[in-house]
């Protein structure tokens, strides 16, 4: 790592929400997330990808997703959204990979370091592309309980989210009940 590389960050955000939530019983600081991997690198762009779930209303008919949004692009986060695909007998469908590994590509002549945060072994064609194919430094930053074996061992550095200070939020038990509806 030096400090006048070029790093672009790739958030799979369905990925790491769900992991905090269901190990840890807790919410991701994205902006500490996004300090910490940077490490005083220079970020060309950081890009959170989200699902919107129609349907999903808070209190007077607000969307309790756009608090959350508004959050993730606080935390310098630029958002990639796309809606929750239902299908014909209830199946329902939340999936950027494609869209992440296109942007990641897209954007690998801009950068010296490509850093996915996802657990998801689905990427692992992309980080050997954009090792082998680019020469690119590729890092992912995940819960270890959740990345695969396999995810881990191509990458040129892992970094586990679960030791970084200040990452996990714990949510309070009234926080609980509404996150679960």
């Given at each position: 790592m030096h400090q006048n590389q070029r790093i672009g960050?790739?958030?799979?955000?369905?990925?790491?929400?769900?992991?905090?939530k269901n190990?840890?019983?807790?919410?991701?600081?994205?902006?500490?997330?996004?300090k910490?991997?940077?490490?005083?690198?220079?970020?060309?762009r950081s890009v959170a990808y989200v699902v919107k779930s129609e349907g999903v209303q808070g209190y007077e008919g607000e969307s309790r997703e756009e608090p959350f949004f508004e959050a993730l692009k606080k935390s310098g986060l630029e958002l990639r959204m796309k809606?929750?695909?239902?299908?014909?007998?209830?199946?329902?469908?939340a999936d950027w990979d494609v869209g992440m590994a296109v942007d990641a590509i897209r954007m690998a002549n801009s950068?010296?370091?490509?850093?996915?945060?996802?657990?998801?072994?689905?990427?692992?064609?992309?980080?050997?592309?954009?090792?082998?194919?680019?020469?690119?430094?590729?890092e992912i930053a995940a819960f270890s309980r959740t990345t695969s074996g396999k995810l881990k061992e191509v990458a040129d550095?892992?970094?586990?989210?679960?030791?970084?200070p200040k990452i996990l939020l714990k949510i309070r038990k009234s926080q609980t009940k509404k996150y679960n509806k």
């Open positions: 960050i790739f958030v799979d955000v369905q990925n790491i929400y769900h992991s905090a190990l840890y019983h807790a919410r991701v600081n994205f902006e500490q997330l996004i910490t991997i940077a490490d005083d690198r220079i970020i060309i809606d929750l695909q239902i299908y014909h007998g209830g199946a329902k469908k950068l010296d370091v490509v850093i996915l945060v996802t657990g998801d072994g689905d990427f692992i064609p992309l980080v050997e592309y954009l090792k082998w194919g680019t020469g690119k430094q590729v550095r892992f970094i586990e989210l679960e030791s970084i």
